[in-house]
Nanobody
Framework: QVQLVESGGGLVQPGGSLRLSCAAS????????MRWYRQGPGKERELVAG????????SYSDSVKGRFTISRDNAKNTVYLQMNSLKPEDTAVYYC????????WGQGTQVTVSS
């Protein structure tokens, strides 16, 4: 069955870095664009970053542009989110999302930015 499994979340101090991974299985990963969303406490889910099927085109929300980098490895069926210069307002559950002829969500991974 289709699975998206996020990992790499945790507690980090402001200014620190984390790298999230999302391992996909059960579908043709290279045929799907991928996105990262996040949902902070008391907030709606928001789009953070997206990447096309080949990895040649990426996009970011204004709130993370210049600090976060999305990438993918189609040989490993994995999408990544490198997060640098983290701020307390980046605290959220981060979800990966596969978008193609069907769509699929991961279960999420918690990122907490706090001193």
């Amino acid at each position: 069955q289709v699975q998206l499994v996020e990992s790499g979340g945790g507690l980090v101090q402001p200014g620190g870095s984390l790298r999230l991974s999302c391992a996909a299985s059960g579908f043709i990963f290279s045929s799907y664009a991928m996105r990262w969303y996040r949902q902070g406490p008391g907030k709606e889910r928001e789009l953070v970053a997206g990447i096309n099927r080949s990895g040649g085109t990426t996009s970011y929300s204004d709130s993370v542009k210049g600090r976060f980098t999305i990438s993918r490895d189609n040989a490993k069926n994995t999408v990544y989110l490198q997060m640098n210069s983290l701020k307390p307002e980046d605290t959220a559950v981060y979800y990966c999302y596969a978008w193609g002829i069907s769509s699929h969500w991961g279960q999420g991974t918690q990122v907490t930015v706090s001193s």
